[in-house]
């Protein structure tokens, strides 16, 4: 499909055009480019996703893209402090917001900017692409910078339970080590490892730009293009992870105890890839069991002041992901009774069903989600990334389609397919008394 | 580019209601951001704690719905409706989209005007709410921060803490009886101010909200003047243990004596702002990037809102093993700060800062309804937040070094530290 406007740029195929966003290819290395324009307001969002996250990583190395991530900021060949260029310093001194984040399936790099400043962002972008300094004399303190922000994720209950039980129920495949990585790699791991790691897979066939707001596309197309041509495609083609999680054949438990006030359960399934057809009925569930004063977990268990809150864990990812129910327990509720009454009513859903109004109400809480996922440049930015990330951008533009199809039947099937008492691992966090 | 002043539409034809409108390219959401006079600055002396449970209780049913029907509303269109409340303020947040903006406002004035506070529905909140504060025992950053205010001001001043058992013992004081005395009381025509943006038509959307309001009866209230200052500043230094914490939290600083409206404000904000105010101020440059000892640390003046003297302080994170060489690290930085002060290349690049953020801050409906909010709330009118980069960039290189010296003693810093020390 063609987009209504020319679609003819020096430098670009078009690939393809959804809801507006339309997909280009650089011809000169593979770059991916999804662009969208929209003049609600002064300013654009430029975001570089790599298609590289701790699912690249093994024992070792944990950590590594997220360190990796860290030392990106410490300078490139134009953008450096030598040259009194520092990135943070260029950026933040026009009022741009700019950070990065990693995860399982990807690293992205962005700026929110003043649209008159969207080709330094773009410039900064390409020229960190291949030209990083990645100094030893840099990584040594970044790793305690990175080393900190382990420890202050340690700091939380929630944080350590959650790391738990994915590392309970993920034995063979890489999402078993959370981002951040293991202390002892993050202090370890050398700088020639990171090195490596960047030149493996810091290239532009390697990633996705993405750019929304307030340009002209052809301009913003011909920065990207004087930028970003300059690099070549990789050397070696880009190696994908092969691992797969052998099959779970029983359920598995997991208890952290920590001095702490209060308690918490998570109760995990294993969920299929994030492509998967069943994902779009996992988000209505989600819906349906706890988002809202109507929710049935929150009817259960929070209407009977037996927690503070419930959060559902549902986020689709490249690879198989995992379903978890948490609850944060009021004080003196046994964890036991909160696991029986969650996996009560996930029976409940296998032999009675949903309604066809919670279906409804879910969909409807979905759609404005979705809708308020297209307020402003950063949050259309940011929803992409996370599809790019699982392997499609248009699972972000077809979500709320995909999600319509979704019927009481399918719910129910999903139920039995998926929830079954071997798929899952269970983890409580119990808090112990201080030491006098 | 047209000021922002220009794209907001202004109503006040309901006395005790005042409107921002701002239409903007935002395709089918709606934002609307409101507040009134009624924080804990106006609770009975005895339980600060009411106004954040009245507040707590508005979606826990009226007289006319019960919870679930409120929810059931909401949720059936995908909209939320939200409520809070802050020292001075009881805040109400909606997010929908535009079809459905009706039944949002329709709903939002049922919750403020006729809440039903049942006694059961109050007594699971308060078990709930002391759940969260429990788990703030072994909260770092909470215990440091309780302590830090409550050593630098006094227990009637606005910017004071209560300890974590305090604010449990009082949560489960209040009654049934209290809400409905606080409700009454404050909540009213009066002070109400209410900023809304995305897809949205002003005369659209203030023919529904005074249909809504119109008959709620006028309360009057204002801000409680202020009647004692801060503790005169004094150095001091204060360990919080709490067991099994992998990373320490630290606060330093001190009193200011001034509030917002003072003429060294800005130049004293400016001051702050280079010394720790983003990523490419002097403590995120030194403490964590050159010498990696912290994963964040930052500056800012805070409590400085409708006549409170506030204060200006440094929040960072250090694990416990260097967290002394964090603090030698950032205290070198606080006297160099206050010795050598700013330079002129410094102010100008937060100048541009700032007018930047100012652009970059209308990215979304929620930014620009709260910008417009916070910004009433002050009674300042629309035209500040066109001619606020230019005040700051009137604000000269002496006059921020005058006010780093003037507001800033390095021998009375008063520091808490919080974790496994």
Redesign the interface.
């Given at each position: 499909m063609s987009p209504k406007n020319n679609n003819k740029f020096t430098g670009y195929d078009f690939v393809k055009e959804s809801a507006g966003i339309e997909e280009y290819t650089l011809v000169k290395n593979s770059l991916r480019v999804l662009v969208l324009e929209?003049?609600?307001?002064?300013?654009a969002?430029f975001m570089v996703t790599y298609h590289v996250g701790s699912r690249n990583e093994a024992i070792g190395y944990t950590g590594s893209t997220h360190l990796l991530e860290h030392l990106m900021f410490k300078g490139s060949r134009n953008f450096n402090k030598e040259k009194n260029t520092?990135i943070?310093?260029e950026l933040?001194?026009?009022?741009?917001?700019?950070n990065a984040t990693t995860w399982n399936d990807r690293t992205n790099y962005f700026e929110?900017?003043?649209?008159e400043?969207l080709d330094k962002a773009i410039a900064i972008e390409a020229d960190r692409m291949r030209y990083a300094f990645l100094k030893d004399e840099d990584r040594?303190?970044?790793?305690?910078?990175?080393?900190?922000?382990?420890?202050?994720g340690?700091?939380s209950?929630f944080d350590v339970l959650d790391k738990n039980i994915w590392a309970t129920a993920y034995q063979a495949h890489p999402y078993h080590h959370s981002t951040i990585g293991w202390r002892s790699d993050i202090e370890n791991v050398s700088t020639e490892r990171l090195k490596n790691f960047y030149d493996t897979y810091y290239w532009p066939n390697n990633a996705t730009v993405t750019v929304i707001g307030d340009f002209n596309k052809k301009d913003a197309l011909g920065s990207i293009n004087k930028y970003f041509s300059e690099h070549s495609k990789s050397n070696e083609p880009i190696q994908p992870v092969y691992t797969d999680e052998p099959e779970q054949e029983g359920p598995r438990r997991i208890i952290v105890k920590?001095?702490?006030?209060?308690g918490i359960v998570g109760v995990a399934h294993k969920a299929p890839k994030g492509l998967h057809e069943d994902t779009y009925a996992f988000q209505v569930l989600a819906k349906i069991l706890a988002?809202?004063?109507?929710s049935r977990l929150n009817k259960l268990i929070?209407?009977?002041?037996l927690?503070?809150?419930i959060f559902m864990y549902d986020f689709p990812f490249l690879d198989n992901g995992l379903f978890i129910t948490y609850a944060?327990?009021?004080?003196g509720t046994d964890h036991k009774k909160i696991e029986e009454i969650i996996i009560k009513e996930y029976n409940n859903i296998l032999e009675n069903g949903v309604s066809d109004d919670e279906i409804?109400?879910a969909q409807?809480?979905?759609?404005?989600?979705v809708?308020?996922s297209?307020?402003?440049?950063?949050?259309v930015a940011s929803a992409l990334n996370e599809a790019i990330a699982i392997g499609d951008w248009t699972f972000y533009t077809n979500f709320m389609e995909n999600i319509n199809k979704v019927k009481v039947e399918k719910i129910k099937e999903v139920i039995k397919k998926h929830f079954t008492e071997d798929q899952s691992t269970t983890g409580w966090f119990i808090a112990?008394e201080?030491?006098d | 580019?047209s000021t922002f002043s220009s794209q907001v539409t202004t109503n006040d034809d309901i006395e005790g209601v005042k409107t921002y409108v701002m239409p903007?390219?935002?395709?089918?959401?709606v934002?609307i951001s409101g507040s009134m006079l009624g924080g804990s600055v106006h609770c009975a002396k005895t339980n600060s704690k009411t106004a954040a449970l009245v507040t707590s209780m508005l979606?826990k049913g009226t007289e006319k719905k019960d919870?679930?029907e409120?929810?059931?509303t909401?949720?059936?269109?995908?909209?939320?409706l939200s409520f809070s409340s802050t020292r001075y303020h009881t805040h109400f947040t909606g997010?929908?989209?535009k079809n459905n903006l009706g039944t949002v406002i329709s709903l939002l004035s049922e919750q403020l005007m006729m809440p039903s506070f049942s006694s059961r529905e109050l007594?699971?909140l308060q078990?709930?709410?002391?759940?969260?504060l429990?788990?703030d025992?072994?909260n770092?950053k909470t215990l440091a921060m309780i302590h830090f205010l409550r050593t630098l001001f006094p227990s009637n001043h606005p910017n004071y803490r209560e300890t974590v058992d305090d604010s449990i013992s009082l949560v489960n004081k209040i009654t049934k009886e209290d809400l409905f005395a606080f409700h009454k009381q404050q909540y009213g025509l009066g002070s109400i101010k209410i900023a809304a943006a995305?897809d949205i038509n002003p005369e659209d959307f203030n023919g529904r909200m005074h249909e809504s309001i119109r008959d709620w009866s006028s309360k009057k209230t204002e801000i409680p003047r202020l009647v004692e200052k801060a503790r005169e500043p004094k150095e001091g230094n204060q360990i919080i243990k709490v067991?099994?914490?992998?990373?320490a939290d630290l606060f330093i600083g001190q009193s200011i004596g001034i509030d917002r409206e003072h003429k060294d404000y800005y130049a004293l904000m400016l001051g702050v702002y280079i010394l720790g105010g983003?990523?490419?101020a002097r403590l995120m440059q030194t403490v964590?990037?050159?010498?990696?000892?912290?994963?964040g640390i930052g500056s800012s003046i805070s409590g400085v809102s409708f006549g409170a003297d506030g204060y200006w302080s440094i929040w960072g994170?250090?694990?416990p093993d260097?967290i002394k060489k964090g603090v030698a690290s950032t205290k070198e930085q606080i006297d160099l700060w206050f010795n050598k002060g700013v330079t002129e290349d410094e102010l100008s690049?937060k100048k541009?800062?700032?007018?930047?953020?100012?652009?970059?801050s209308?990215?979304?409906?929620?930014?620009l309804a709260a910008k417009i909010l916070s910004n009433a709330e002050q009674g300042r009118n629309l035209s500040y937040l066109d001619e606020y980069p230019k005040i700051i960039k009137s604000v000269s290189l002496s006059e921020v070094n005058r006010a780093i010296k003037k507001y800033v003693n390095p021998n009375k810093l008063y520091m808490v530290s919080a974790g496994t020390l």
């Open positions: 929209d003049h609600s307001a002064p300013v969002t520092a943070w310093t933040q001194n026009i009022g741009a917001q700019i929110v900017v003043p649209s400043h040594q303190p970044e790793m305690t910078v990175v080393r900190n922000e382990f420890e202050r340690e700091n209950p920590r001095t702490g006030q209060t988002d809202g004063k109507t929070i209407d009977e002041g927690a503070t809150s944060f327990l009021t004080p409804k109400r409807a809480q979905i759609r404005a989600m809708a308020f297209r307020d402003g440049t950063y949050a112990k201080p030491k | 580019m903007t390219g935002a395709k089918d959401v934002t979606d919870k679930y409120i929810s059931e909401l949720e059936s269109v995908g909209a939320e997010f929908c989209l007594s699971t078990s709930r709410i002391c759940g969260n429990e788990r025992k072994e770092t995305g067991q099994d914490k992998t990373s983003n990523f490419s964590r990037d050159k010498q990696g000892l912290t994963y994170t250090f694990s260097i690049a541009t800062t700032i007018s930047g953020s100012y652009k970059v209308m990215d979304s409906t929620a930014g």
